[in-house]
């Protein structure tokens, strides 16, 4: 394994993000690059870490703010190592197709990855229980409740993440 570990942070509402982000930090491992998991409101240095990869759900066009936040403060620190960005959040298979980066929300992650020199972006379908609770999420989980996660698609990423880790 590598001798600094890859930090995955995220930020979160439901879970699905979180578990994305798990997933993630498993994928990293099998490929034996050290990864720790943590949410973004929780991580207060970046120190000890040889690379970052940050995710955040999409809510009405908006990347979660934690996620936001964490890239915002810190900014010059992410610059100096090597970044990968993520969103999930459409409830459909929108993500997985051409283009999919361009969803609503995809914007303002594509902004962050500009902002801290990211290596690379992408968005992931989301997910959203059938009785989800408070409005709006209630009322798209009566049209739109289901997993649209795709955990090969999201496997696949993070080896091409430690592939490029493994050459730095």
Not at 19 to 32: M, N, P, T, V, Y
Not at 44 to 59: H, Q, T
Not at 133 to 145: E, I, L, N, V
């Amino acid at each position: 394994m590598t001798q600094e570990p890859v930090l995955v942070t995220y930020g979160s509402k439901r879970g699905g993000t979180a578990e994305i982000a798990q997933w993630i930090g498993d994928s990293l491992r099998g490929e034996q690059v050290a990864a720790v998991v943590k949410p973004a409101r929780e991580v207060r240095s970046l120190s000890g870490y040889g690379a970052v990869v940050v995710g955040g759900a999409l809510y009405s066009g908006r990347w979660h703010r934690d996620a936001r936040r964490f890239t915002r403060h810190f900014t010059s620190q992410l610059q100096e190592r090597p970044v990968w960005l993520f969103g999930s959040g459409p409830l459909d298979d929108s993500a997985d197709e051409p283009g999919g980066e361009n969803i609503l929300g995809g914007n303002a992650v594509r902004k962050a990855a500009n902002r801290v020199d990211a290596r690379g972006y992408t968005i992931f379908g989301g997910r959203l229980a059938r009785d989800a609770r408070g409005f709006p999420a209630s009322a798209m989980a009566k049209k739109r409740a289901g997993d649209y996660r795709d955990r090969g698609r999201i496997h696949a990423w993070a080896k091409s993440i430690a592939g490029e880790i493994s050459r730095v």
